[in-house]
């Protein structure tokens, strides 16, 4: 029996040792780096407790920050889930936007490793706003190409909301800014995106339910 183009061939036992080993690994080095700080954690810090040796260590990943690549992304996915049940399926590109930045600063603010990455991990600055989870490129077109958004350059203000987002961390890891800045940044996002002030106001600061 021969499997078509359109069928991926099922995984090898190889390949099924070789995935639970790199799962081990990568939730060994979540684990102490929650608990310790990811500066804090040695690969073999990490190695010992996912049971494996140096040489599988780096078959999987090259240092220590190409393991906390993958776990970010695990993050910004597991964002887009939250921000899908905060909204209750809504498509309002206002509503999703104004709740996913909220989200992303609550998470970032709270999560050692998602810290790490915007602070000390050296990433580009639009790698960097992507993984933290930044405003999805289809709701802002979206809303632009329905009329929800009235914004003459997209890529600037896109821009511009990348860069408050990180600033508002920057100033919270001081202490220079309140509870609130989260929602304050998403009003003053859907207001560049010429969402009108009381609407955007509203919007913004409307309670989050997560179920």
């Given amino acids: 029996m021969h499997t078509s183009d359109d069928e ?3 995984p090898t036992r190889t390949e099924r040792r070789r995935q639970r080993t790199r799962t081990r690994i990568l939730e060994a080095g979540e684990q102490l780096m929650r608990e310790r700080g990811v500066e804090a954690v040695t690969i073999h810090d990490i190695t010992e ?5 140096h040489g599988t260590f780096y078959l999987h990943f090259e240092c220590k920050a190409a393991l906390v690549q993958p776990l970010i992304e695990q ?7 939250h921000v899908d049940r905060a909204t209750h399926g809504e498509r309002d590109p206002a509503l999703r936007l104004a709740t996913g930045i909220r989200l992303a600063l609550s ?3 709270s999560d050692p490793l998602w810290n790490w990455y915007v602070f000390q991990s050296g990433t580009p ?6 993984g933290i989870g930044a405003p999805p490129a289809e709701d802002m077109n979206r809303g632009v190409a329905s009329g929800r958004f009235n914004v003459r350059d997209l890529r600037a203000t896109w821009t511009f909301v990348d ?5 508002v961390l920057t100033a919270w890891n001081r202490g220079a800014l309140d509870e609130d800045a989260a929602e ?4 003053l996002a859907l207001r560049s995106l010429g969402v009108p002030p009381e609407e955007a106001a509203q919007i913004a600061h409307e309670p989050l339910e997560l179920h």
């Fill in 8 to 10: 991926a061939a099922p």
């Fill in 163 to 167: 860069g408050a987002m990180i600033g």
């Fill in 107 to 109: 998470s970032i603010r």
């Fill in 125 to 130: 600055f639009r790698r960097l706003a992507e």
């Fill in 184 to 187: 304050t940044t998403a009003e």
């Fill in 49 to 53: 407790a996912a049971d494996v040796g």
């Fill in 75 to 81: 993050r910004a996915e597991r964002l887009h889930e």
